[in-house]
């Protein structure tokens, strides 16, 4: 091993391992924006109080144990034993010749969608009851409690959980190559194949990731922050005046006013 | 007088332990109700059942004639005509404080995002928050935080709001300036009822009040009869206690 090796497959083989790290990126990315959204629709219907009406909630449960199936299942697998399974299974059992990519981005959703689901799961039960209890009170429905006061919340509770999905996922996409997708790992392979400098070419890969997790990392920190907002807030002066609510609310009862 | 509430032979268990039995009162409108009692004796189940945050187990709850226990009846629609103002504040951790008063306005009332600005912010001026409506939640004191929670309540400009025990989580010096705020409301023919301990606050601002021992209304009358001069001994031994 040398330094001068290694520069040199970076010189020589960067197209490569820049398009294999294309690959990876756009398969994480998009199988985890997508897992996510699996997730908060999973993990918000599972949340749902059983409704009132015996029809609702027996549709509800039904939806609820369909979804407690996919979770057990997809968590409970390796990703490149399902990767195989859905890959060569869609074209033995339907006669579907999947995109590789495609066939990519698909598992890795799912998969992320389950562990999504029971993080927002989590997620919506640690949140305090009167934040659901407030927005009911003020007659909010169900889903205009989902939407304007509990998933704001939930989103920012579960950014550093989602971090680690989106990371996990960059790592975790090199197992596709059992389905030669053109991710990292499989181009790392394809060029140790050729020169046989194993050592010094995934040496190479492995700094390619952990750029790329690092990155991510740092962007989604960046993130929270933004969403966290400001630490001090601006007071508000347009007019001072002393005891306000005696002018603005006319009295009908008594007019004296009682310290306590 | 109108009644605005008629609640019938209210029950309400949780498992086999039975929290409220048989519970018949009613609200007129401009009233202000304040319901005493001691800890565990159903104060606050009672007005969690009245917007329905607890399922009441049996009874009738009339709201301007009709029953709102009725399978169909639209909850939503009865909750937005009464507002609840919290023990522990509940405003809405992910909205600064105008938001906190104009998400229901917007989502729930329709209002065009100026009305519901100018509305929100007549009633902030009216607790005395205008100046904070940047804020966030986290970064206000429980007074603060309370006084932005009751203009949220009036910024939907309710029938009837219903108080929580509003200061039991304030610290003393708080208290006053909460109670100042609801002690103007009162008087503005604002339709209250308050579950409360703060006894001299009740005896000023109650039109009627209502003393709660295990899950039945034990007593109920005006200030003065429930404090100089209460009919039953456990009303007289609760006093005794509290003052």
Same mark, same amino acid.
């Given at each position: 091993m040398s330094f001068q090796s290694i520069i040199k497959i970076m010189s020589e083989y960067y197209p490569m391992l820049l398009r294999g790290a294309g690959i990876t990126l756009l398969i994480s990315i998009v199988g985890t924006v997508i897992g996510f959204v699996i997730g908060l629709l999973v993990g918000t219907i599972r949340t749902i109080p059983i409704p009132r009406n015996r029809i609702k909630a027996f549709i509800l449960k039904i939806v609820n144990v369909v979804f407690s199936i996919y979770i057990e299942i997809f968590r409970g697998t390796p990703m490149i034993v399902q990767a195989m399974v859905i890959y060569y299974g869609s074209a033995l059992a339907f006669g579907i010749d999947m995109d590789r990519i495609f066939a990519a981005i698909l598992i890795v959703s799912i998969n992320t969608g389950a562990y999504m689901a029971e993080i927002v799961r989590g997620g919506i039960s640690s949140i305090d009851k009167g934040q659901f209890e407030a927005a009911q009170a003020i007659g909010m429905n169900h889903f205009q409690t989902m939407t304007n006061i509990i998933l704001p919340q939930l989103i920012r509770n579960i950014l550093p959980a989602t971090g680690n999905e989106f990371v996990i996922n960059i790592k975790d996409t090199s197992v596709l190559n059992v389905i030669s997708v053109t991710e990292l790992f499989f181009q790392t392979k394809s060029i140790a194949g050729n020169n046989f400098k194993y050592f010094e070419t995934f040496f190479v890969a492995s700094i390619f990731y952990f750029v790329m997790t690092f990155t991510v990392t740092r962007i989604l920190r960046f993130c929270e922050m933004k969403i966290d907002g400001p630490e001090n807030y601006t007071i508000n002066i347009e007019d001072i005046s002393v005891n306000k609510s005696e002018k603005l609310l006319p009295r009908v009862k008594d007019t004296s006013v009682k310290q306590y | 007088m109108e009644k605005i509430i008629e609640i019938k032979h209210l029950n309400k268990s949780f498992g086999n332990h039975e929290? *409220?039995?048989d519970i018949n009162f009613s609200v007129n409108k401009g009233e202000v109700v304040c319901i005493i009692g001691s800890s565990g004796s159903g104060k606050s189940t009672l007005l969690r059942c009245i917007n329905l945050l607890e399922v009441p187990s049996g009874g009738e709850i009339i709201y301007k004639g009709e029953n709102i226990l009725d399978d169909n009846h639209d909850i939503c629609l009865y909750r937005k005509n009464l507002g609840m103002v919290f023990q522990q504040f509940? *405003?809405?951790?992910?909205?600064?404080v105008l938001g906190n008063c104009m998400v229901g306005q917007r989502k729930?009332?329709?209002?065009s995002k100026e009305e519901a600005e100018n509305i929100s912010m007549k009633y902030l001026k009216v607790v005395d928050m205008?100046?904070?409506?940047?804020?966030?939640?986290?970064? *206000?004191s429980g007074g603060q935080k309370q006084r932005v929670a009751i203009a949220r309540s009036l910024s939907m400009e309710p029938d009837v709001i219903l108080f929580d025990?509003?200061?039991?989580?304030?610290d003393p010096e708080m208290v006053g300036e909460v109670l100042k705020v609801m002690n103007e409301l009162a008087k503005t023919g604002l339709t209250m009822i308050i579950v409360t301990h703060e006894m001299e606050f009740a005896k000023d601002v109650a039109d009627r009040i209502v003393f709660m021992d295990k899950g039945v209304i034990a007593e109920e009358g005006t200030p003065d009869k429930i404090f100089n001069?209460?009919?039953k001994e456990r009303t007289r031994e609760f006093l005794r206690r509290v003052i």
């Open positions: - | 929290v *409220l039995k509940n *405003l809405f951790n992910n909205h600064d729930v009332l329709n209002r205008d100046k904070y409506i940047n804020a966030k939640p986290k970064q *206000l025990e509003p200061t039991s989580a304030l001069n209460p009919s």
